[in-house]
């Protein structure tokens, strides 16, 4: 997850879990797993971060940002039970 994600997500007091593809063994597997099945097909291929909140893909950095920007992302975190707050 890119530092600015991940930052923003630790600023919200919440623990991602987080999969650094290029550092784990299979990560590549798993990169061009997330392309078969249309995840690089909802944003610019290679884009990541790839962000899933309460198991639903949300998006990359970009989708992440606007979401903090227009205010749903709290929301988003709180219905997820990832956010208590």
């Not at 991602?16 to 290029?22: A, G, I, N, R, W």
């Not at 971060?49 to 920007?69: D, K, Q, R, S």
């Amino acid at each position: 997850m890119c530092h600015t994600i991940k930052t923003l997500f630790f600023d919200f007091g919440v623990n991602p879990t987080v999969y650094e593809l290029d550092q784990i063994p299979g990560g590549r597997e798993i990169e061009q797993a997330l392309a078969r099945h249309g995840v690089a097909g909802d944003f610019p291929a290679g884009d990541f971060p790839v962000v899933f909140i309460g198991g639903n893909l949300v998006g990359g950095a970009n989708e992440i940002m606007t979401l903090h920007l227009n205010g749903s992302l709290s929301a988003m975190l709180k219905r997820a039970g990832a956010l208590w707050l």
